[in-house]
């Protein structure tokens, strides 16, 4: 489903991405790890087709993001940090604005609208404008939006902020059953937690390099550690770290 | 997937928005909507009838050439208003494409660059243009009814009107998508070749301008068409500000084929832009977005300025916390590039209407001229003053937003950071207001009393201006909205502009047109006349009334923000 290959992607003199190479299968649920700064949102933008690669291809469903971004796009719900929501749009609008930018069949629109405000329990506020919604209202506005057009690839950066834990619950057994029914899940989070709980596997960046990449076990191996994540986490950014310090001494 | 649903999505989108919006506008109070539209029609009647009262002037004075100057007015009036289009649909749609969450909402979807474009586009041009068609529809139905037009000139305004709109905001909208495409990476470098061009051919133009306005006097006509000659730029054949002016002209004249004519060329060229426009858009709108993403060179550093320590100093008077929070907001003001590019185009016009070509000919004015020309000079300023100071500094407290908590919890008062506020407006509109129409007073030779009416007047206007825009902006703040030029467009801005015109005007005429008004009565090229005591007899009532200016909204303002709760 996403097939990341020698990318890079330079601000000037500085590569925010370097030579990353990834590929997710589909229905995999996945998540991406890494300290602030480290290249995870600048890659999350390259799969959405905002930002393009300086070199190397990003391909999602097949498609190349640059050349074939529309066809690309298609196929996925990007779901960012700070969501944003037309404030003068109801909630219901807003799913139809993005069911007809979808090109939706207007019936199967419908149904699949009644659908997604019944599973985010969106009943009670869907026909009032969205600039009234507290925090959580706006998250499960903009994730049934996410997939309302049964997207193939559901991007979420950093969905669990600001969440009540009974949300944070409800969202981690969204994205399992998603992954279950074959989209493939690509998730950006600090939370260790809800990374090892859910993903298959786990990618860690660091400076734009891919440190580490499988499931927990075998990045385990790979990192010669046994703790939990946050052990391996730590182990894995800081060996990065020293690492990239001794290259710089003279 | 098809795209071909696409447009009709965008449309009811823009209808949604429209319908929602003012549903909610008139939810929230129907009176304040109402007063926003009667402010707008206040400030439209105002443009009206002060145009209607030239021409009718121009009649009854059997001016000579009157056809010729009410063509060249036009034609700097479209030019004028067509490049601040050009700059102001810029600003906004830069920040609309290339920087807002919505922008980065639908290129993150399959939406089509050029629907995206397209989207934008129009709301870009109508929020930029509605000044322009409030003041330009009154103007225009000035003319028509001191000139006695046929019916079908009023019907065809509407269309001259937008189509022109188009033209502007269609260059504006290329422009835009070709320098974030192609800018060179040094924008430093850039910026400082095309501003060092763009100084040179000006300086070309005025030389040329200066010497023309040398010899020309106004009853003598081989000089005015010699003066008006150059300007040939706003008046070339290939000018769309000129097929305006030929188009409404021949309109008022009855000329229906020439008029529908140049209505087509205005038309049918803005129509072709904007095409090119949305095709460019189609292919470099996204290659663009992730270009200015990437930044510059590489990251900027941002360090302490020279402008910063200038700006320490001239509040030297302000206790160490005020000083800081002025300095702040002087720092955060000059790193927004869409304040400082507007700021700039305002200090332009005003050097424009403040260094009025005849300014600098004293020795060839007549009395009357003098003193007419200082006087415009004196009202054109003050009226930008009254427009800069509500664009950029009424929303100052507005744009403090959910952030304001961070200054709420610091041992500063809330009246010290009003008053923070205060100083920054009125430091920097005193200096540059007193600045633009002293030097032009100067060189026009006014004597010295009026030199001083004119300093005092500005003064009172400047430092009133900046109490009622700091303090009704903070008894009518918007701290959801985060842009500038849509928080002045509400309901609070629309008041205090509209407050703002009505105090200026009674500044002037209570300190400045007595005296004026006793030099028109004398003869032309007659000495300067003689004056006595009651020209100065507004004097004291326009002081106390700056001084409530001041204190009042202030008092507001401060009230208001010590009972604001985040």
Known sequence: ?250 | MSTATQPAAFRRLRVRLARNGLRVALEAGRVRFLSVIFSTLVVSGFAFGFSLYLFGQLTANAIPFKGAIVGFLFDLLFFTLGSMLVVSTGVILYASLYTSPEARYLLSTPARADYVFATRFQGAVAFSSWAFVALGVPIFLAYGVSAGVPWWFYALLPAFLLGYVLLPGSVSALGCVLLVRFMPRNRKQFALGVGAAAVVLLGVWGYRAYWAARHTLVNQGGELETLIGRFELVRSSVAPSHWMTRGVLAAARGEAADALVQLALVWSNGLVLYLLAAAAAKRLYRPGYDRQAGGGRGKKVYRDSVLDRVMGLLVFYLDRPTRVLVVKDFRTFRRDPTQWALLILFGTLMLVGAGNFRSYMSADLAVMDKYAVSLMNLGGTAVLLCAGLSRFVFPLVSLEGRKFWILGLTPVSRDTILWGKFAFAATGSVIIAEGLVLTSDLFLGVPAQLLGLHAAALAVVALGLSGLNVGLGAVMPNFRETDPSKVVVGFGGTVNMVAGLGFLLAVIGLMVVPFHGAQFGRPLRGADAAVSWWVYAGVPAALALGVLAVVLPLRAGARALRGVEF
Do not use: W
């Open chain 1, 1 to 250: 489903m996403i097939e990341l290959t020698n990318v890079t992607k330079r601000y000037g003199p500085k590569a925010a991405v370097k030579d990353l190479s990834l590929s997710v299968p589909a229905g995999e649920l996945f998540a991406f790890l890494g300290p602030n700064g480290a290249g995870k949102t600048t890659t999350i933008k390259m799969l959405c087709g905002l930002l393009f690669p300086t070199t190397g291809t990003v391909r999602v469903g097949g498609f190349d993001l640059v050349t074939e971004g529309d066809q690309a796009r298609a196929l996925i719900s990007y779901v960012p940090d700070q969501p944003f929501l037309y404030d003068k749009l109801t909630g219901r609008e807003f799913l139809q604005f993005t069911t007809d930018l979808y090109g939706m069949p207007a019936a199967k629109a419908r149904v699949k609208i009644a659908e997604v405000v019944e599973l985010f329990h969106l009943d009670d506020f869907v026909d009032d404008l969205t600039e009234r919604y507290s925090h959580g209202m706006r998250q499960r506005t903009v994730f049934a939006a996410a997939l309302v057009h049964e997207p193939k690839l559901l991007i979420a950066d950093e969905p669990t902020v600001g969440l009540d834990p009974k949300s944070v619950r409800e969202l981690k057994g969204l994205l399992r059953r998603l992954a279950a029914g074959g989209t493939t899940v690509f998730l950006s989070t600090h939370t260790l937690d809800i990374a090892e709980e859910l993903a298959d596997r786990i990618g860690i960046i660091d400076h734009g390099r891919l440190l580490g990449c499988g499931t927990l076990a075998e990045l385990q191996t790979h990192a010669a550690v046994d703790g939990n994540l946050e052990d391996l986490f730590m182990a894995i950014t800081e060996e990065a770290g020293r690492e990239t310090a001794a290259s710089r001494t003279p």
